[in-house]
């Protein structure tokens, strides 16, 4: 049998979980691809483990999850957890509560003015005053409930829900006239949703999409910029997030449906739609048996921007980084069983100099940490506590045709030395504290029936604090015609993967 040179296989790569597991089996979950910036780098790409939770406010008197967040200035947010409206300062401290709502589990949506914010909850619409301190209903007969709200050029706009319209407020005021609305013209499919993106509205129908913009109009601002049909609905009115690029140009993504069918993930290029989404990932969507509940926000870290889509009733979450092109599944352990399940957030603001998420279970919010991989941690002065935070790569297919490959070293091309000073407590499966990290190790599983099942595996350790010549090897890993690797981290340590080899000999 011949013996194989040192060889490197594919192993930074996203999600693509194919309907037959045979095809493609690929996982890649709580990392990101990160390619080189240099042209010099000891690979091409690596993959990055996503950022810990860190707790950064919570209110035991929420009723309910974080529904909502923004920005007012530099200094105030507005939360709504539960029935709760809540400002909070830079520091993350509750000033006061401004009043409540009623107490639903459901998104809303607000935009400020710069003096007010509207917010919407689908039936019913308030303002809200920081300054003020005050809570107030909108009890305007012309106002008929809306689902989102943005604001632009001094209007808040807004939608008309179970219609083809859109309204706005006075000018630089919360008043509606009954008079300013207008309508999608593409096509006669409802509106679900729109969306401000380089200052024009995208209306975001069942079926299509279209821009307007303000020409100027006394009689009623905006209008529809010919020729900028988009034969791209919306499925879920939540999933539209706007994202804007290092060259300051915005982009808006959403999950579409039309008049062929629905599933796809799309943002615009110009007045263009394009696919983002792919087979695999539209395969999964498709198995889900609601969509139409999607929630989608973005968020920027270290120059990547990702494009956070969660799936509450299938209990899904999916990130597209723009910079790798890649989709990753996001997730969150229980402690209690060990199961993996949708992301903890739901929303997103820049404040304070932090990437703030919501809770959408508890009135929690977070701060994205790149260097804690804990979730829902809380600093006790000298380390981070908190759940488990995994990070799995399930590799690509390695097969030679029908020969045999025998598999006498694998080696993971990893940062190493990276344990902790002491062990850290982490909730383990079962909700019983675990102590970990100060010798870590990876979970090295591997399958021979195409990636459907995982019954071998041992642990690689990963070298103690400073041992950065330690290596993640593992030897004598049997044979197979059709092999699959699975590498788990569940350590609160960091994780950097830039490869892997594995030395094959190939046998008939």
């Known amino acids: 049998m011949p013996q194989a040179p040192l060889n490197q296989f594919p192993f930074v790569g996203g999600s693509y979980l194919a309907r037959s597991r045979n095809f493609d089996a690929q996982r890649t979950v709580n990392l990101y691809a990160?390619?080189?910036?240099?042209?010099?780098?000891?690979?091409?790409?690596?993959?990055?483990?996503?950022?810990?939770?860190?707790?950064?406010?919570?209110?035991?008197?929420?009723?309910?999850?974080?529904?909502?967040?923004?920005?007012f200035s530099a200094d105030v947010a507005v939360v709504v957890r539960g029935k709760n409206v809540d400002k909070i300062d830079a520091t993350g401290t509750v000033s006061t509560t401004l009043g409540t709502i009623p107490n639903l589990s459901t998104p809303v949506s607000m935009a400020s003015n710069g003096i007010v914010i509207m917010m919407v909850t689908g039936p019913e619409g308030y303002v809200i005053d920081p300054t003020a301190g005050t809570v107030t209903q909108i009890v305007d007969p012309d106002f008929y409930g809306a689902d989102v709200v943005w604001f632009i050029n001094g209007y808040f706009v807004f939608n008309k829900p179970g219609t083809q319209q859109y309204q706005i407020t006075r000018l630089y005021s919360t008043v509606i006239d009954p008079l300013d609305f207008a309508s999608a013209e593409g096509a006669p499919d409802l509106l679900i949703s729109l969306i401000v993106v380089n200052n024009e509205v995208?209306?975001?129908?069942?079926?299509?999409?279209?821009?307007?913009?303000?020409?100027?109009?006394?009689?009623?601002?905006?209008?529809?910029?010919?020729?900028?049909?988009?034969?791209?609905?919306?499925?879920?009115?939540?999933?539209?997030?706007?994202?804007?690029?290092?060259?300051?140009?915005?982009?808006?993504?959403?999950?579409?449906?039309?008049?062929?069918?629905?599933?796809?993930?799309?943002?615009?290029?110009?007045?263009?739609p394009q696919?983002?989404?792919?087979?695999?990932?539209?395969?999964?969507?498709?198995?889900?048996?609601?969509?139409?509940?999607?929630?989608?926000?973005?968020?920027?870290?270290?120059?990547?921007?990702?494009?956070?889509?969660?799936?509450?009733?299938?209990?899904?979450?999916?990130?597209?980084?723009?910079?790798?092109?890649?989709?990753?599944?996001?997730?969150?352990?229980?402690?209690?069983?060990?199961?993996?399940?949708?992301?903890?957030?739901?929303?997103?603001?820049?404040?304070?100099?932090?990437?703030?998420?919501?809770?959408?279970?508890?009135?929690?919010?977070?701060?994205?940490?790149?260097?804690?991989q804990v979730d829902r941690a809380i600093f006790d002065g000298a380390n981070y506590?908190?759940?488990?935070?995994?990070?799995?790569?399930?590799?690509?297919?390695?097969?030679?045709?029908?020969?045999?490959?025998?598999?006498?070293?694998?080696?993971?091309?990893?940062?190493?030395?990276?344990?902790?000073?002491?062990?850290?407590?982490?909730?383990?499966?079962?909700?019983?504290?675990?102590?970990?990290?100060?010798?870590?190790?990876?979970?090295?599983?591997?399958?021979?029936?195409?990636?459907?099942?995982?019954?071998?595996?041992?642990?690689?350790?990963?070298?103690?604090?400073?041992e950065k010549r330690a290596r993640a090897v593992a030897r004598r890993l049997g044979k197979s015609r059709d092999r699959v690797f699975r590498v788990t981290i569940t350590d609160p340590v960091k994780r950097v993967f830039n490869g892997a080899g594995c030395n094959v000999r190939v046998a008939a």
């Open 275 to 372: 696919r983002i989404s792919d087979h695999a990932l539209e395969f999964a969507i498709q198995n889900y048996s609601r969509i139409d509940d999607a929630v989608g926000y973005t968020y920027q870290q270290e120059g990547h921007n990702f494009y956070m889509l969660s799936f509450p009733t299938a209990n899904a979450t999916w990130c597209y980084d723009t910079s790798a092109e890649l989709w990753h599944e996001r997730a969150w352990r229980n402690p209690v069983d060990g199961s993996l399940n949708r992301h903890r957030t739901w929303n997103h603001m820049f404040f304070g100099g932090k990437n703030l998420v919501g809770d959408w279970a508890v009135g929690t919010i977070y701060e994205f940490d790149l260097d804690v």
């Open 385 to 466: 506590f908190g759940e488990t935070l995994p990070a799995i790569r399930q590799c690509p297919h390695l097969s030679s045709g029908d020969l045999w490959q025998i598999f006498d070293r694998l080696w993971i091309d990893m940062e190493t030395g990276v344990g902790l000073f002491r062990d850290a407590v982490v909730n383990a499966a079962g909700g019983s504290p675990s102590s970990v990290g100060k010798n870590p190790q990876l979970l090295l599983e591997w399958s021979d029936d195409g990636g459907h099942t995982f019954p071998n595996s041992m642990l690689v350790p990963i070298g103690k604090l400073g």
């Open 202 to 272: 995208l209306l975001l129908g069942e079926n299509t999409a279209e821009f307007h913009a303000n020409s100027g109009n006394p009689d009623f601002p905006f209008e529809l910029i010919r020729g900028t049909l988009i034969e791209q609905g919306c499925a879920a009115k939540f999933s539209a997030a706007k994202m804007t690029d290092g060259n300051g140009v915005g982009t808006a993504f959403w999950l579409t449906r039309n008049e062929a069918g629905q599933g796809m993930v799309v943002r615009n290029v110009g007045y263009q």
């Open 34 to 71: 990160e390619t080189s910036g240099s042209g010099n780098s000891k690979s091409i790409a690596c993959l990055i483990g996503t950022p810990g939770t860190v707790d950064w406010n919570s209110s035991a008197a929420a009723a309910g999850g974080v529904r909502g967040q923004i920005r």
